[in-house]
C-alpha cells in the first residue's frame, strides 16, 4: 500500500538514515513530556544548574541570535538547491521552493515578527540547527536521486502544495497573535488570544505540522515521512508540556484548551 504512495528508496543507506531519523525525532518529543527539553522558549533556562558553568555547552545567548541561527543554515541551503539542482521537473521544483519558504519565513519572523524574553542555550541552539539544516540539505538530496525513478501511483504534490500553503499561512498567523501580546518592553508572559488559540495552546506548531505534512506529501519519499511524522512527535511532546506549563503559571487557564489538536490532545 505504502508503494503507492513514495517512491522505492535509492539504497539501503538512505533507508538506514530515514530510519534513524525518525527514531531521534521520536525520541526528542518523549524526551520533551519526560521533562528534558530542549532550552528554548518557556524552557530555555529548564536545569540551568545542572551543568558546569564552565560547559561551553551551555553558554546563553539572547533569543534572537538564537533563532536567527537555528533557521538560517537550511534557509541558505534551500536557496543554494535552486542552484546545485537547477533542473529536475516540477515535484522537484516545488519541493526546493516549499523548504526554501519554509525557512525563510522562519528567518524573517525571528527578525522581524518575534518579541522575545528570556534567551537560549547555546547546545540547543546548535543541536536544533543542525537538525533544521540535515533535514533541508537530506530532503532535497534524496529528490534529486529519485529523478528518473518511476513516479508513485497516486500523486500527491499539488495536494501537498496546498497543506503546506495552509500550514504555513496559519503558522505566520498565531505566530503574529503571539507578537501581539506584548510591547518591546514587556517581558513576562500571557495567556495567547485570538485564532485557534481559543481551542488549543499551540496552534501554531499544529501549522508547523501541516507545513511539514505538505512537504512529505510534495516530495513523496520514505525519507520526507519520516520527518514529518517525526516532528509531529516532537512537537506533540513539546505542546504537551507547553499546556501544562500555563497550567502551572496561572490559576485563570481554560482548562477545555487542548496542547495541540482541538477538543482532542
Known amino acids: 500500500m505504502l508503494q503507492s504512495f513514495v517512491y522505492e528508496e535509492p539504497s539501503s543507506i538512505i533507508t538506514a538514515i530515514t530510519v534513524v531519523t525518525f527514531l ?33 555547552l ?31 521537473g516540477t515535484r522537484f521544483m516545488l519541493l526546493k521552493f516549499a523548504v526554501t519558504i519554509h525557512f525563510l519565513k522562519r528567518v524573517l519572523e525571528v527578525l522581524f515578527v518575534h518579541k522575545y524574553s528570556g534567551g537560549m542555550v ?3 541552539v546548535l543541536l536544533i540547527s543542525s537538525i533544521y539544516f540535515s533535514l533541508a540539505v537530506v530532503i532535497i538530496f534524496i529528490q534529486h536521486l529519485t529523478l528518473g525513478y518511476t513516479e508513485p501511483e ?15 499561512s496559519g503558522n505566520f498567523y498565531h505566530h503574529y ?28 506548531y499544529l501549522f508547523e505540522i501541516l507545513g511539514f505534512m505538505g512537504i512529505s506529501f510534495i516530495s513523496q519519499t520514505s525519507f520526507s515521512l519520516s520527518c514529518a511524522v517525526g516532528v509531529t512527535l516532537y512537537l506533540s511532546g513539546r505542546s504537551y508540556v507547553t499546556r501544562k506549563w500555563y497550567l502551572s503559571k496561572f490559576e485563570n487557564f481554560p482548562k477545555n484548551v487542548k496542547a495541540l489538536v482541538p477538543f482532542v490532545f
Not at 497516486?154 to 504555513?168: R, S, T
Request: proline letters at 4%; aromatic letters at 14%.
Open 58 to 88: 551551555q553558554g546563553k545567548m539572547s533569543s534572537k541570535t538564537g533563532m536567527f541561527i537555528l533557521y538560517a543554515p537550511a534557509c541558505l541551503m534551500g536557496f543554494a538547491s535552486f542552484f546545485m539542482y537547477p533542473d529536475g
Open 122 to 124: 547555546l547546545g540547543s
Open 177 to 204: 497573535l503571539l507578537s501581539k501580546l506584548r510591547d518591546s518592553k514587556e517581558k513576562g508572559y500571557k495567556i495567547p488570544q485570538g485564532g485557534l488559540f481559543s481551542v488549543v495552546i499551540c496552534p501554531h
Open 24 to 56: 531521534f525525532m521520536a525520541y526528542l518529543g518523549i524526551s520533551e513530556i519526560t521533562g528534558k527539553h530542549l532550552q528554548y522558549s518557556k524552557f530555555w533556562n529548564v536545569n540551568a544548574n545542572s551543568g558546569s558553568s564552565s560547559n561551553f
Open 154 to 168: 497516486v500523486d500527491l504534490k499539488y495536494i501537498g502544495l496546498l497543506i503546506f500553503l495552509v500550514g504555513i
